[in-house]
């Protein structure tokens, strides 16, 4: 029979995931950002000019509508270039990686022997530029744990395989 012992860990010699090199999205999934939000600001100015079009009480006030819609559109422009630049992932020998945040940039980190689901999904626009996006489900949920958007379909196809066979070797 062995000692139970409980020692303590020097926590500045762990692997430290900061370090890790992480996957930046594909290229081409900030012209799919771009073009959801050409439509949506496109609809949204539709509906706007409808408002100020059919609302007499409203007509004075045109130019700061349109000025505050601009701000809003630069606004929004900004963060999710900002939003962008900061997603990434990463595939280590023990866990999978997804570094997300506007101001404050999140790191999950999910073990594999906790993956109990992947899937592997296509918007109409990320079809049209060849990407797909890979969500990983763990135990104890039913929506996606990590959802990794803006990767090549066949490399996202490639990642799919390999959690697979990692949740293979598990059973």
């Avoid at 500045?12 to 900061?18: A, I, N, Y």
């Avoid at 100020?52 to 700061?64: R, V």
């Avoid at 101001?103 to 079809?127: C, D, F, M």
């Amino acid at each position: 029979m062995e000692d139970f012992t409980n020692e303590t860990l020097d926590t500045t010699l762990l692997p430290k995931f900061e370090e890790v090199e992480f996957s930046l999205l594909h290229p081409n999934f900030w012209k799919v950002v771009l073009l959801e939000l050409f439509i949506f600001f496109a609809l949204l100015f539709v509906g706007l000019g409808f408002l100020l079009y059919f609302t007499i009480e409203l007509a004075p006030f045109k130019g700061q509508f349109i000025a505050l819609f601009v701000i809003v559109l630069i606004v929004v422009l900004f963060l999710s270039r900002v939003n962008y630049k900061k997603k990434g992932f990463a595939f280590r020998n023990h866990d999978v990686l997804f570094r997300h945040g506007i101001i404050a940039t999140n790191t999950l980190v999910i073990p594999y022997n906790r993956v109990q689901h992947v899937a592997l999904h296509e918007g109409l626009l990320s079809r049209f530029f060849g990407l797909a996006k890979v969500e990983i489900f763990t135990a104890g949920g039913s929506a996606s744990d990590i959802q990794i958007p803006g990767i090549a379909k066949e490399q996202a196809e490639n990642i799919k395989q390999l959690l697979m066979g990692k949740i293979q070797k598990q059973l």
